[in-house]
């Protein structure tokens, strides 16, 4: 029996736009072990996002995933069509958008948009479609759920609507779920009651790729953390590991972000300037410009991803030195 | 809630009804303003003032124009427009067949524009800056600015006249309509057209339509099942506004195309001074305008929940 729900290899999506190829996703493997919670976490426009479209196959024009492989359960994706895509989008794997606002059809009572899915992959009648949109609406924490089937989203606050999302995107039991920022236009109460939603998913079995610039998020969900720079994996690790002993001096910029009540300073860090363009990306290594690390060797050779300890990689010059940090 | 939605098409009756009286009375005024004495037009140049004195008391146009409003407007309510100067027949009467062929010709002409349109529109949107997508552009832009006359008589030479496949004027059966419903409906058609392609193109950018994509649903079905309908509900205002605009539009193309209707009464009670036929037509149309207004509000109120709540 396969260990991995995803497996996803050398993974390179690109945009062809007319300044020529930009390279959203540059060369990403990762996996995802059954019931397992990944967290992918970065910067926005760092590309997390698109691993994630790519995963669903939904990469937008003038987007295309141009090499590497995904595998879902066993199954190659990158050699479907649209059409065997949609059997398996929805069925198994699904995914949790950012804004729950926007996300729903403004004009189609909630209700009937979490029964579609069951409609699109399964030939059930409708009461028995309609049993389960109310048994899944009520398991995510949606008081009252006659009543809230039948209303528009815009009648729902944020955090219901975030719920009917997770609703939609469990009702078929997917072997992985993909959330892409699912607390990011939450306030911080909603924020945590999704997450204990999330943990108690994870628990069913169902494997989690969870996508955030919160670290904090990503601390209290995943067991296993990628992090993303400019297309890249430049750090993995697993969660306590990375917490722990953190070693990309981007991962060192993320944390020092963070507000934590045991830090000791009073001012948050930041990281000096922005993501680099990634149609113009630097010889060496991406972040160097940023890096208050830099040596010579940075601006001119791309460092690879290295094992530096068990389990955790690290694509870094700093490597080679002993006293890494 | 419901309570709410009933006083508020209440209130927007009572606005139509002020609006439609509003136009009566502007309407009384400014022909009885505008210079000549229509009687006088109406009896030639030979005709000697005692006569025009007494035809015009005899027609009531020698009271005050306070009552002479108040009569209208009592005889109004009681289906009594008056009778027409020039062709001597009750207003009603005139204008009740003249009606039903505008409204035949609209019908036409909104089947024309809305079918054309609307699947142009679509097929453009889905085919975003392909080579049909500007062809039918470009296209739409022709419609929406070649005068109406233009595109009439084009149309007479071409299917009447040179090809013979239809009658060149006039209504005899159902072949009379297709040229006039053409004309008439080809610059809505444009603008529809237009609408469908800008309005699915911005549904079709919509977060919820990833949603739809992610459960599994195709991209033709996303579009019908989706965008469709959420891109239809600014084209269904267009279109209400549109209907009573073919109605009360049709001047031209009755004129062109020699039907009798609304369109072509007015003009011959505007050359005759007639004054109640000529009132009884603008009051009509401004009622068809008014109904067409209302109707496109509520129809977008039905079809948009966020909109429903709070009519």
Known sequence: MLNSTLEVSHLCTSFFTDRGEVKAVDDVSLRVDKGQVVGIVGESGCGKSMVARSVMGLVKKPGKIVGGSIVLNGQELTSLDDKELCEVRGRDVSMVFQEPMTSLNPTMRVGRQVQEVVAIHEQVSKEQARQRTLEILSAVGIPEVEARYDAYPHELSGGLRQRVMIAMAMIMRPSLLIADEPTTALDATVEAQIIALLKRLAHTGTSVLIISHNLGVIAQLADYVYVMYAGRIVEKADVCELFDNPLHPYTHGLLGAVSSLRSQSKVLQTIPGVVPNLANLPAGCSFAPRCDRCMAACDSVRPELVTVGAGHELCCHLTKGVDVL | ?311
């Open chain 2, 1 to 311: 809630m419901r309570g709410n939605a009933t006083t508020s098409l209440l209130r927007r009756l009572l606005y139509s009804l002020i609006t439609i009286v509003g136009v009566a009375a502007l309407v009384f005024v400014l022909l009885r303003m505008v210079p000549g004495n229509p009687v006088a037009t109406l009896l030639g140049e030979r005709a000697d003032a005692e006569t025009v004195e007494r035809i015009s008391s005899s027609l009531g146009l020698d009271k005050p124009l306070p009552v002479q409003f108040a009569d209208y407007v009592l005889g109004a309510l009681s289906g009594d427009f008056g009778e027409s100067f020039t062709l001597g027949k009750p207003v009603v009467d005139l204008i009740g067949p003249a009606f039903m062929n505008t409204l035949r010709l609209a019908i036409a002409a909104a089947l024309v524009a809305w079918v054309v349109g609307i699947a142009c529109g679509l097929f453009a949107a889905t085919h975003k800056g392909a080579l049909v997508d500007r062809l039918f552009m470009g296209i739409s832009l022709l419609g929406v600015s070649l005068p109406v006359f233009m595109v009439a008589m084009l149309l007479q030479y071409v299917f009447a006249r040179y090809l013979h496949w239809l009658p060149v004027a006039g209504i005899s059966d159902w072949t009379g309509y297709v040229l006039p419903a053409i004309a008439l409906g080809w610059g809505s058609a444009g603008s529809v057209a237009r609408l469908v392609r800008s309005s699915v193109i911005e549904e079709l950018q919509q977060d919820y339509i990833d949603t739809a994509r992610a459960k599994g649903r195709t991209k033709r079905q996303v579009l019908v099942l989706h965008a469709l309908r959420n891109a239809m509900l600014p084209v269904i205002t267009l279109m209400a506004m549109q209907f009573s605009g073919l109605l009360s539009g049709a001047f031209i193309t009755e004129t062109v195309f020699s039907i009798n209707g609304i369109g072509r009464l007015s003009v011959q009670a505007i050359t005759g001074r007639d004054i109640p036929l000529l009132q009884g037509t603008t009051l009509l149309i401004a009622f068809v305008i008014v109904m067409g207004n209302l109707v496109a509000d509520l129809l977008y109120g039905i079809s948009d929940p966020r909109v429903r709540k709070g009519v």
